[in-house]
């Protein structure tokens, strides 16, 4: 082996970077299973690079080595030593860039360290590990980082991606985002698809039967092509039938499907149906299966009628809705995908918020004011459209009676003061049960409620015509 002073000198540079995600149980699996193969120098070393990032950063500034060996008061020759070891175990990589000077420039590309299921599994580490800890301790060391298996009677009922998305139509779609810029690494590496589709959505059978007879479907239709045609078929809405003659586009001479060919025509076949929009996913009623009903007998009140429209509406309908039916501006449908996938709300917060947020604002959906209550409720972990309205109503109470100049505040409620807001229906009946407004309510808020009213009624009346299909 090269000696140390020959690879690498103190006054050479470094910097360290990564395109992986770390977990919070990092630190445990670095000592105590990393820890007995390497040594305590190595997982310093280690763990003094990786602090090198700040949080949310992916590439530090550059230093030399002579402030890692004052940081942590090693010699050079440990350093190297220690760096091998990580270099060795998969933690570390390692790449040498030549300046113009004759000192060097290192990039210390840290790896984040196997899972405890991988590494139990890996023959090397596994056996390693067993020789050095002596046959109990590795028991017990493997026990601590085990959980109970499912019970094999245990009957899975997650959801599937078909279920809780639905594609959406042409009036409905939002750009395609752009590609990526060329040499960009992106975080957290490559990893299989998690999302599953259910199977009984897509009629495999008739696909088959559509394909022409010289074929032979069941050699050509691999369970790999299958899910391919079952994410396609979703996403540009394809019958079986549609599907059928797409794939005998995508056929090469030697009759077998081109992946490329049949996404693209696939996007092709749907373009000549809907336009040039692509198509977006928006999340299905958030509570499709489970509506909230009254007690038996007892009718719904406007309050609760409203809340149910919020829960069992899409976000983009309901904005649709509110329109009158008209198409839904694309930058207010995007607005509403951050907010269902980046803010994570489910479909009927949205609806809360975006209403609110439109009653208050002549109509627009303000994005600085809807992203700023969107944090607010991330925050405050607002997850059901109850907790929603209530919270609007306290928020709305609260910026009324900031904004009420103290010195007029009880001379106003003696003369029946009454707010000119524009708020949500069930917004707009609390404030006038708090506050008792005077008989001589001026006619515009009463053309106003009124208007509210009818909004309010051909929203209920389009969802119970949808229910009805």
Not at 274 to 285: D, E, M, S, T, Y
Request: charged residues 30%.
């Amino acid at each position: 082996m090269s000696l140390h002073w020959m690879e690498v000198k103190p006054v050479d540079g470094y910097y360290v970077r990564t395109s992986k995600e770390f977990s919070e149980s990092t630190d445990k699996t670095m000592s105590m299973l990393y820890q007995p193969l390497v040594g305590s120098k190595a997982i310093a070393l280690y763990q003094t690079l990786q602090n090198k990032l700040e949080k949310d950063c992916y590439e530090s500034s550059e230093a030399t080595h002579h402030e890692l060996m004052a940081f942590l008061q090693m010699p050079l020759n440990e350093i190297y030593a220690a760096r091998r070891m990580l270099e060795g175990i998969g933690l570390l990589r390692v790449y040498e860039l030549e300046t113009q000077a004759q000192d060097k420039t290192f990039v210390y590309d840290i790896q984040p360290p196997m899972s405890p299921r991988a590494f139990f599994q890996d023959d090397v580490l596994s056996v390693f590990l067993y020789n050095r800890l002596g046959k109990n301790k590795y028991i017990q060391l493997r026990q601590r980082f085990g959980i109970t298996a499912v019970p094999e009677e245990a009957k899975e009922i997650t959801a599937s991606f078909n279920e809780v998305f639905a594609s959406l139509h042409a009036s409905e779609m939002a750009s395609e985002p752009p590609p990526a810029e060329e040499g960009t690494e992106f975080i957290g590496g490559s990893e299989p698809s998690r999302l599953q589709l259910e199977e009984n959505g897509f009629d495999m059978e008739l696909l088959k039967a559509s394909l022409p007879s010289f074929l032979n479907s069941t050699q050509l239709l691999t369970p790999s092509l299958q899910q391919t045609v079952r994410r396609l078929a979703f996403v540009y809405q394809l019958s079986p039938i549609d599907m059928g003659k797409v794939i005998q586009e995508s056929l090469s001479a030697d009759d077998e499907v081109n992946i490329e060919d049949l996404r693209r025509k696939s996007k092709n076949h749907y373009r000549m149906e809907h336009g040039a929009a692509p198509p977006a996913l928006g999340n299905r009623a958030q509570t499709e299966h489970r509506e909230h009903t009254p007690a038996k007998g007892r009718p719904l009140s406007e309050q609760e009628q409203m809340k149910q429209f919020y829960e069992q509406t899409s976000p983009v309908t309901f904005l649709r809705s509110v329109a009158g039916g008209a198409t839904v501006p694309e930058s207010d449908i995007y607005l509403v995908e951050e907010l269902l996938f980046s803010y994570r709300l489910s479909p009927g917060v949205v609806n809360v918020l975006t209403d609110y947020v439109m009653q208050n604002n002549n109509m627009k959906l303000s994005k600085a004011l809807v992203y700023k209550i969107a944090g607010q409720w991330t925050r405050k972990k607002v997850h059901t459209v109850e907790d929603a309205m209530k919270l609007a109503k306290e928020e709305h109470k609260q910026a009324q009676e900031r904004m009420a100049p103290k010195n007029n505040y009880a001379n106003k409620r003696q003369q029946g003061y009454v707010r000119n807001d524009k708020l949500p229906k069930w917004m707009e009946k609390e404030e006038q049960s708090e506050n008792k407004p005077a008989e001589d309510v001026n006619t515009a808020r009463d053309e106003q409620l009124s208007k509210e009213r009818e909004r309010f009624e051909e929203m209920l009346k389009e969802r119970r015509e949808r229910a009805n299909r």
